[in-house]
């Protein structure tokens, strides 16, 4: 059974840094792409950066990009998101997902976790 | 960025009652187009993708079809476990984008 699950979420200060990580089973992780969406409470989903299974290209909204870092460790079967200089407009429910099939070039996500939830606040 | 507009913003339907949603793209995407359901509490779930192919396990009452920049999401027959957000989401360029959402809700 296919399963992503994330952790790391929590309080951070304006200005501050957290590491999101989300922990994959029951697939070949280092064949599929992998990305971040989040949704701020009570609101849409908004994509936040993406990686391909080797690692040989990232993508980032332009909301996040310099301030966001994605990686991924396939021995360990787990993706980041490190989060610096943190805004208030950060603060969302953070879900990691996998990309449907990036071979194709198919982007779309087949499978999200949980989420876990990022409060930026003083 | 490509932009999509979704709409209604809400659509209140009977169980039963036949669903259309739409999502309109602000320039070409091809067909690359996806559809997902949320239901409160929940993480997403991809319905269709490509326009019009299911993904695994969604009943047939959803289908999507596409005409240019415009694409729908039809549910034909509403089942209760239906009543939810639907969002479209493109993949043709970078970034990735999302629609704002159409929220279907028992009349």
């Known amino acids: 059974e296919v399963q992503v699950l994330e952790s790391g979420g929590g309080l951070a200060q304006p200005g501050g840094s957290l590491r999101l990580s989300c922990a994959a089973s029951g697939f070949t992780f280092s064949n599929y792409a992998m990305s971040w969406v989040r949704q701020a409470p009570g609101k849409g989903l908004e994509w936040v950066s993406a990686?391909?299974?080797?690692?040989?290209?990232?993508y980032y909204a332009d909301s996040v990009k310099g301030r966001f870092t994605i990686s991924r460790d396939n021995s360990k079967n787990t993706l980041y998101l490190q989060m610096n200089s943190l805004r208030a407009d950060d603060t969302a429910v953070y879900y990691c997902a996998r990309v449907l099939d990036s071979i194709n070039w198919r982007y779309y996500f087949d499978y999200w976790g949980q989420g876990t939830l990022v409060t930026v606040s003083s | 960025e490509i932009v999509l507009t979704q709409s209604p913003a809400t659509l209140s339907l009977s169980p039963g009652e036949r669903a259309t949603l739409s999502c309109r793209a602000s320039q070409s995407v091809s067909s690359y187009l996806a559809w997902y359901q949320q239901k409160p509490g929940q993480a997403p779930r991809l319905l269709i993708y490509?326009?019009?192919n299911r993904a695994t396990g969604v009943p047939a009452r959803f289908s999507g079809s596409e005409s240019g920049t415009d694409f729908t999401l039809t549910i034909s027959s509403l089942e209760p476990e239906d009543f939810a957000v639907y969002y479209c989401q493109q993949r043709r360029d970078w970034p990735l984008t999302f629609g704002g959402g159409t929220k279907v809700e028992i009349k």
């Open positions: 990686i391909t299974g080797g690692s040989d290209s990232t």
């Open positions: 490509d326009a019009s």
